[in-house]
Each structure stands twice: as structure tokens, then as C-alpha cells.
């Protein structure tokens, strides 16, 4: 089965995130809906760190480095109200060893930034 919370189809409460490369960066868009609130009517800021690492690690794996994360710096700009779109980019920016260095933005459609992050990726022991 595949039941990742972000990306599993087979996840019933799941992100069911797709994800496509434009050109270097990763890319992958999601509207929220009732169940991803938080506060009243935005969604649960946990959801958008969710977004940005999810970003990050699959590209690592795209790119045949298997990593997990290690260290995640998120900075939220805006909430994002439940039914508007956004759209996360994420690109690798150093790979050091067994060390992966990835960034990553939440947009809307409109170009305006929602959050960014800085990741850490190691090889599990």
C-alpha cells in the first residue's frame, strides 16, 4: 500500500501530492481543504512544513540520494486560507559527503512567498 501521509494515494487523509521538475527545481501544488485547518479557516502550519520537506527529500531521492531529514529551518511570511492553491519549488543547493543541503519555497499563484526553508539531509544509520 501506499499510505505516505504527503504523497500516498492509497492514504484517504493523505496530501496526495504530485510532483513534476521544471527545469532544476521540484515542484508540487496542493489546495487545502476543511480538514488541513488550523486556526480557524488557515491551515495547520505543520502542513506547510510538511510541503517543504516533503519538496526537498523526494528530489533528493529523485536524484538517487537516499536521505532523510536531518534539520529543518522554516520561515512562514502569511497564513494560507483552506481552498486557496500554493505551489512549493524545491532545489538542491550542496551536496557535501553524505550531506545534502536542499531550500525550498511555498507560493500562491499569484508569486507571493507563503513560507521558505532551509534542509539538512543525512543517510539514516
Request: net charge neutral.
Amino acid at each position: 500500500m501506499n499510505v505516505c501521509f504527503a504523497c500516498g494515494s492509497d492514504n484517504p487523509r493523505g496530501l496526495h501530492l504530485q510532483f513534476r521538475f521544471e527545469g532544476d527545481e521540484y515542484v508540487a501544488e496542493f489546495t487545502p481543504e476543511d480538514w488541513h485547518q488550523g486556526w480557524a479557516g488557515m491551515v495547520h502550519g505543520g502542513l506547510i512544513a510538511t510541503l517543504l520537506d516533503e519538496v526537498m527529500t523526494r528530489l533528493c531521492w529523485e536524484r538517487g540520494l537516499n536521505v532523510a531529514t536531518a534539520q529543518l529551518d522554516i520561515r512562514y511570511k502569511q497564513p494560507v486560507p483552506i481552498g486557496r492553491k500554493t505551489v512549493t519549488r524545491g532545489r538542491i543547493n550542496r551536496c557535501r559527503g553524505p550531506f545534502v543541503e536542499a531550500a525550498a519555497e511555498t507560493y500562491f499563484e499569484d508569486g507571493s512567498l507563503v513560507a521558505s526553508a532551509l534542509g539538512k539531509f543525512m543517510a539514516p544509520r
